[in-house]
């Protein structure tokens, strides 16, 4: 049996590399276009494609699909070729509102097997929704670091997950994570952390003082082995400070190479904190 579940993965690995940058940006493109048009006949979807909107399985063209209007500018795409997934933080409008939306696509074999998606309309949603400052993505994530820079693609994810240590530890500075002088943290369209964060004490993201997240659980999302970014999915669990029962559900992009944490950017909502992603 294992032969055979070896070939089937070594066949599945090759379909989602047929598929390049150019050919996963594409279908992100092609999702946002049939979902202002509302028209999900025209994405090709695999036969056995699932879609979710913050957590629970729907049809496609319920949720987000039956009302979105426009996309804004701000768009931030986070390719992984060798997993075929392409994921996407995105400012959309629906009925003429600012909308932050997170996409995750799978494609195999040139058709969309899975489509998660996560919703934040508003700050009662996301605890903070600054979508002013989401005009554009930062150079910092854009950047495209030298060949040299770059980590393999484990030790990416290595330096990715000391920030979520940090936070079950409740310290950055207790388990030594690897940022940057002059690494920042934007939440939701603030900066929360590093150069241009107002509140005292948090200029510097290692030293800030953080809460203490001992439920804390993550899943690697994407790796973009090209532009140097990781991708964690990460529940925060329940720390009494989003409503009984609640916690942050997160999509954090990581920005790495040259062996440090350079810029971390969030997308983020608050959910029940066993509502699970709805893709355990």
Known sequence: MRPVFLFLLAVLTAAAANCDRACLAGFVTRYLDA????????????ANARFTENGHTMRLGEGLWKDASRVRPYRLDILDTREG??????????????????????????????????????????????FDALEAPRKEMTFVPDRS???TRGEAVRLATFYPAGLKA????????????????VENGRITAGPGCA????ENIKTQRILKHPALTYKVAAVDEDRGIVLLRMNFGDTGSYGPGNALYVWEAFKVYGGEIHAVEAFMRVMPANAGWGWE
């Open 170 to 185: 409740g310290s950055f500075v207790q388990v030594d994570a690897p940022f940057a002088s002059d690494a920042y943290r």
């Open 199 to 202: 509140r005292a004490g948090c």
């Open 35 to 46: 979902m202002v048009a509302h028209n999900p006949a025209a994405l090709p979807l695999s």
């Open 149 to 151: 820079q770059l980590a």
């Open 85 to 130: 997934i392409a994921a996407s933080q995105v400012v959309v409008e629906e009925s003429a509102a600012p909308v932050l939306l997170v996409l995750r696509l799978k494609v195999v074999g040139g058709s969309i097997a899975e489509a998660e998606t996560m919703v934040t309309r508003n700050r009662n949603e996301g605890a903070i929704f600054s």
